[in-house]
């Protein structure tokens, strides 16, 4: 899955078009290295979001192309 969808999937990111935003502006760090909201994401990649002055940091446990708004959680863990 395309990891623009699936920060707006798990909710990380509220919506496609700020995902894609942050990416293309280096924000979203995959495995360490800065990537576009291309990027193919799997089980087991680690996240690095940069909100400002702080930054979340989760491992990715599940993708799937739709889940509940109360299920999103389950598709990461917060490192």
Do not use: H, W
Request: one cysteine or more.
């Amino acid at each position: 899955m395309r990891l623009d969808k699936y920060l707006k999937v798990s909710r990380l990111i509220k919506r496609r078009t700020v995902a894609n935003e942050a990416c293309d502006a280096g924000r979203v760090i995959v495995n360490g290295k800065p990537v576009k909201a291309s990027y193919n994401v799997k089980e087991g990649d680690e996240l690095e979001i940069l909100f400002g002055t702080r930054s979340v940091k989760v491992r990715i446990l599940n993708v799937q192309e739709t889940v509940k708004k109360e299920e999103a959680a389950e598709l990461y863990e917060y490192m």
